[in-house]
């Protein structure tokens, strides 16, 4: 069956250091996308970084890379240099190829402190 | 371009009444999905249109859920009679076509409470 894990209901992080959230995903699937969202208190998703089940390279955007291990199925968010910006909940997500519906994890809050 | 928006943002209503949700999509998609989060839960599919039409509603709680899209522009979302489990933020996001692998614009949410 398909499921996202994510096993850190909360985490705290010195301003400017670098911090990991940690995603499991599980599928039989072998075509599909892992997702990054970040859901700051205004309420809004905001997506943030895509990694296809068959890119060979991790994917970055600035700050935000995706550490993805197929064989471990993980798929962990590294926010490098965090910024007080970077406190809100955070989703990893998965959809299987040729669909259109998010598989969500439960989420973890990030806490940045000064 | 605006974002996808979604009204209210919260709706504190009693058992048994009736709550309408909003969600007006980015003008030109026309894949509108709706998703719930019930307090400490993942986030869960509920519906997907394409246009006026429903093209999956195979997570939609149960019959006191209807949703509509008019004329395959903005969304409603109502849950009558509201029962105390249906707490939770209701999201909706669209995308122009299904972008196998590209993020959707999800809007702020709307948080209903139910008393």
């Known amino acids: 069956a398909q499921k996202i894990t994510q096993t850190q209901p909360g985490m705290f992080v010195q301003e400017k250091e670098a911090v990991t959230l940690d995603c499991t995903y599980d599928t039989s699937d072998q075509s599909y996308g892992l997702f990054w969202y970040k859901q700051p208190s205004s309420g809004e998703m905001i997506f943030l970084i895509y990694q296809g089940s068959y890119d060979e390279q991790n994917a970055t955007e600035g700050r935000y890379s995706l550490n993805f291990q197929k064989a471990r199925k993980s798929a962990n968010l590294v926010i490098s240099a965090s910024q007080l910006g970077d406190s809100a909940m955070y989703f990893c997500?998965?959809?299987?190829?040729?669909?259109?519906?998010?598989?969500f994890g439960t989420g973890t809050r990030l806490k940045v402190l000064a | 371009e605006a974002g996808v928006t979604q009204f209210p943002s919260h709706s504190v209503i009693e058992k048994g009444q009736t709550v309408t949700l909003r969600c007006d999509p980015i003008?030109?998609?026309?894949?509108l999905y709706w998703y719930r989060r019930v307090m400490g839960k993942e986030i869960k599919f509920l519906l997907h249109?394409?246009?006026?039409?429903?093209?999956?509603e195979s997570g939609m709680p149960n019959n006191r859920f209807l949703a509509e899209r008019t004329g395959g522009t903005y969304s409603t979302l109502k849950v009558q009679p509201a029962e105390l489990e249906d707490s939770g933020v209701y999201f909706c996001a669209s995308s122009q076509e299904l972008r196998e692998f590209g993020g959707y614009t999800f809007g702020s949410g709307t948080r209903l409470t139910v008393v």
């Open positions: 249109f394409v246009k006026e039409s429903k093209q999956d």
């Open positions: 003008s030109g998609h026309d894949n």
């Open positions: 997500a998965m959809r299987e190829g040729g669909t259109y519906k998010y598989i």
